[in-house]
């Protein structure tokens, strides 16, 4: 049986933590960023947890992770 193959770019936007959950960064940070408040600029530095709906999909996709 061949190794499974990583997809490169889901490797390189999900973490794993140490209890095995995938933490991502979140989205609507890239432009337009003059209409969105400072508040929710902040919030959307922190990294987010990947919900449960998808995990599924992301394990298949990042077998060695």
């Known amino acids: 049986m061949p190794k499974m193959k ?6 390189k ?4 933590t140490g209890t095995g959950k995938l933490k991502r960064n979140k989205d ?9 408040s400072t ?4 919030n959307l530095r ?3 947890i ?4 998808n995990v599924k999909n992301m394990k298949k996709i ?3 992770m």
């Not at 936007?13 to 794993?16: S, T």
């Not at 609507?28 to 969105?36: A, D, E, F, G, S």
């Not at 508040?39 to 902040?42: H, L």
């Not at 990947?50 to 709906?53: H, I, K, S």
């Open 50 to 53: 990947t919900d449960e709906a």
């Open 13 to 16: 936007r999900f973490k794993v």
């Open 6 to 11: 990583t997809s490169r770019a889901a490797a």
């Open 46 to 48: 922190k990294p987010a």
């Open 28 to 36: 609507y940070k890239r432009h337009i960023l003059t209409k969105k």
């Open 62 to 64: 990042l077998p060695y």
């Open 39 to 42: 508040k929710r600029k902040r």
